[in-house]
């Protein structure tokens, strides 16, 4: 590897860890700039996009968070990273009233991981969604098997537990 892709590589894990610090303290405006310092780095990074889109989410720029969140899944290729932004992009989504968007999001999501600690919370969202659209059954499907998800996973949990 080379001295110089060592010091990017570098300077990416800075600038990642500097936007969370802001982002856990609530400095919005300076974690962005950090992401977008990471990304500097690192185009290709997931997780700086993904952080990115959250935080414009909770600045209000939807749009913006949008279009973040749809340039992590463009740049990944890992399942989990994919997972966690089509759930982001869902949360968002959802935020914004695009229940149908949401639904489509949240569906990616599970197909990537649907064993996932967070499975049963996506279910239980997409149900919420459609119940949004007046689509009952499709709400009572989904809040059906979030229910028998969290089940089989508390029950796994359980048992590696003993």
């Known amino acids: 590897m080379s001295t110089e892709h060592q010091e990017g590589e570098q300077n990416y894990e800075y600038w990642k860890r500097e936007g969370d610090r802001f982002r856990v303290a609530k400095a919005y405006l300076e974690a962005i700039a950090a992401y977008e310092c990471a990304l ?31 340039k992590a ?22 935020t ?14 599970l197909a990537l991981c649907p064993n996932s600690m967070g499975s ?13 659209l007046n689509r009952y059954l499709e709400a ?10 969290a089940v089989e996973i508390s029950d796994k949990t359980a048992k590696t537990n003993n």
């Open 120 to 132: 049963p919370h996506i279910l239980e969202m997409e149900g919420i969604a459609w119940s949004r």
């Open 40 to 70: 500097l780095q690192k185009p290709t990074a997931c997780y700086a996009w993904q952080q990115r889109g959250e935080v414009l989410k909770r600045l209000h720029r939807y749009e913006e968070a949008i279009a973040s969140y749809r």
């Open 140 to 149: 009572r499907d989904c809040y059906e098997r979030a229910y028998y998800k």
């Open 96 to 109: 914004l009233e695009r229940y149908e968007e949401s639904i489509f999001a949240y569906k990616q999501a």
């Open 73 to 94: 899944l463009e740049v990944s290729a890992n399942p989990i990273a994919r997972y966690q932004a089509w759930n982001g992009l869902g949360a968002l989504f959802f």
